[in-house]
């Protein structure tokens, strides 16, 4: 079983900058098709694709608004994953959630964290 943990949420002013991580256990025993993506939702509203990067660390993102101010990357551990954002917008206030793929030969399995909330002021 795969546990996902994010953390680094809080709150910001606009225009400052917050960096999550995401943590999945047992990452390193899934296979090169097992990929971490982290997802943005607000009440009332379907989860927002941001980024998603690959077991390689290769970051594939969204063509969300957040596009050239968050930049997904991956630890040298590979089992944890980062959101850096950079001038934040009150909009971007949201509970941001990581999910994980893990593939393990013949199969892949969804898991998603708890989540961790980001406000932003003006």
């Known amino acids: 079983q795969v546990q996902v943990v994010e953390s680094g949420g809080g709150s910001a002013r606009a225009g400052g900058s917050l960096t999550l991580s995401c943590t999945a256990s047992e990452y390193t025993n899934c296979n090169t098709n097992s990929d971490m993506t982290w997802y943005r939702q607000v009440p009332g509203k379907g989860r927002e694709f941001l980024v998603r990067i690959d077991y390689d660390g290769t970051a594939t993102y969204g063509d969300s608004l957040v596009k050239g101010r968050f930049t997904g990357s991956q630890a040298n551990t590979r089992n944890t994953v980062y959101l850096q954002m950079n001038n934040l917008k009150p909009d971007d206030t949201a509970m941001y959630f990581c999910?994980?793929?893990?593939?393990?030969?013949?199969?892949?399995?969804?898991?998603w964290g708890q989540g961790t909330q980001v406000t932003v002021s003006s």
């Open positions: 999910k994980t793929i893990c593939c393990r030969t013949p199969t892949c399995a969804t898991y």
